[in-house]
């Protein structure tokens, strides 16, 4: 604490005072919480993890263009830039500028794809898990040899094998870059009390320079494109098999739903979404079941007879459902909830 503890009392206090205003909010969230997911703490920890790390990267990032590119000379821009710690982070989240969809919706899809790496770790060796794509690398096909070269640099960054959660800004889609930089932009402002425009050039050349095509999940969709059109058959669809980055491209391309929405699915009660799914593309109750199995973290089992029982039909008709554009979606479920209410 200070030396004068009443200075730090006051400044906290008064803090406080401003945070707890809104004690409500976070307790309605937590007693009436919206979707059926269940947020563990330590999927709630690591997404603070994740989410700081990513801010502290963007920061850096700008800081290291503004003083390489632009000249910048201010001392703590200097400093933010080199470090190797967050610095806007409080000022960010005391603002509400880190709770936009989007952002949240890649912090989840993050976290998510950290738990099924340790899941699969629950199933097979980190050494075995390393060498799911190196049979690629001498392939006849060069094509295919490249891009799983190119997955295992990706991976190999992502760390994602272990479980473990890496934040970096390739693996971000534009849209959420674009979120995350302009408010970090405007802190990094604050906090320097400059108001040149190098930092805002900085934040531009940044987002100019954003590759999504060097992004893991878009270099497991080229690899799943090519192994895919070599070999149509399902048989070796598994995430034991494929490794998972390849494995959800694989079955994305087969499903017509997108790799988030995979995830998603397998944070769902049951993995019932992802069953389902499965059921459409006509997998077979064994091979159902065993990527059930592979991804499952409950202790719950896919039994061939509930698994069988599934019209296939139906199943189809509902992923095909969900296969379509979100925002679609979402404005097709307000105005059956609005019509419902109406008066015949």
């Known amino acids: 604490m200070d030396r004068n503890p009443s200075v730090g009392l006051v400044q906290q206090a008064t803090e406080i005072g401003a945070s707890s205003a809104h004690i409500s909010d976070d307790l309605a969230s937590a007693l009436f919480p919206k979707s059926n997911v269940i947020l563990s703490d330590r999927m709630l920890s690591n997404g603070r993890q ?8 963007i ?6 263009i503004a003083v390489k590119d632009f000249s910048m000379q201010q001392d703590i821009i200097i400093e933010i830039g080199n470090s190797g710690r967050v610095h806007s982070y409080t000022l960010l989240q005391n603002a509400g ?36 794509l190196t049979r690629y690398l001498d392939d006849e096909d060069a094509s295919i040899a490249d891009a799983a070269m190119a997955l295992l640099v990706t991976q190999s960054r992502d760390n994602i094998g ?3 959660l890496q934040a970096h800004i390739s693996n971000l889609s534009a849209e959420t870059l674009f979120e995350l930089t302009w408010p970090i932009t405007a802190a990094l402002q604050k906090l320097s009390g400059d108001e040149g425009p190098e930092l805002r050039k900085a934040a531009e050349k940044l987002l100019g320079g954003h590759d999504e095509g060097i992004g893991t999940q878009n270099r497991a969709q080229r690899l799943a494109q090519l192994v895919d059109q070599a070999d149509a058959s399902e048989q070796n669809l598994h995430p034991i098999h494929d490794g998972l980055d390849l ?5 994305a391309r087969r499903s017509g739903l997108s790799v988030d929405q995979l995830i998603l699915f397998t944070a769902e009660p049951n993995m019932a979404r992802l069953v389902l799914t ?4 006509k997998l077979s109750p064994d091979h159902a079941s065993s990527i059930f199995s592979a991804l499952d973290g409950s202790g719950h089992v896919l039994t061939r007879a509930s698994y ?4 296939e039909a139906k199943a189809t008709e509902l992923v095909s459902s969900w296969s379509t554009n979100a925002l679609y979606q979402d404005a097709q479920q307000r105005l059956n909830v609005h019509l419902s209410g109406m008066p015949a």
């Open 247 to 251: 494995f959800l491209a694989r079955l």
């Open 162 to 164: 272990s479980g473990s």
């Open 278 to 281: 499965m059921r459409a593309i």
């Open 50 to 57: 994740y989410l700081r790390a990513m801010v502290q990267e």
């Open 97 to 132: 500028l880190l709770n936009s969809k989007t952002l949240l919706d890649n912090v989840f899809t993050s976290i998510q794809r950290a738990e099924l790496g340790a899941r699969l770790l629950q199933k097979i060796s980190q050494a075995d898990l390393e060498a799911v």
């Open 59 to 64: 920061e850096t990032e700008i800081c290291m």
């Open 308 to 311: 069988s029982e599934i019209e």
